[in-house]
């Protein structure tokens, strides 16, 4: 009998799934200008503090910010390592498209080609 393994996700899954929340983004898009505490962060928006820092769990848990505390304050800070991973993985991505876009049109043309 073989047992099955749980392989853990890759760390992109994580911080696609987070990023895949717009309050999310728009935090990584706040942070991009400066580190902000939890109350400079969650301000803008219409829900519970609770809820909020639900949010920042998450973003923290795949590694996308990181935090600190001081006295009473938890500073955030974006963490910029894994937005790199992301852009590298969308960056491969674009480029097998391409290849394969360029590809399709090449074939497309020797259609017409031979269609003359």
């Given at each position: ?77 974006l ?18 498209w ?17 269609d003359?």
């Open positions: 009998m073989t047992s099955l393994q749980t392989e853990s996700p890759p760390p992109i899954d994580g911080i696609f799934r987070a990023l895949a929340d717009p309050t999310r983004r728009r935090v990584v898009e706040r942070l991009n200008r400066s580190p902000a505490s939890v109350s400079e962060l969650a301000q803008p928006y219409e829900m519970a503090l609770p809820s909020f820092i639900e949010h920042l769990r998450v973003l923290e848990g795949c590694g996308l910010v990181r935090s600190e505390k001081a006295g009473r304050v938890r500073t955030y800070r963490a910029p390592e894994p937005l790199k991973l992301a852009e590298s993985w969308l960056a491969e991505q674009r480029e097998l391409e290849r394969r876009l360029d590809q399709f049109d090449d074939y497309v043309l020797k259609l017409k080609e031979t003359r």
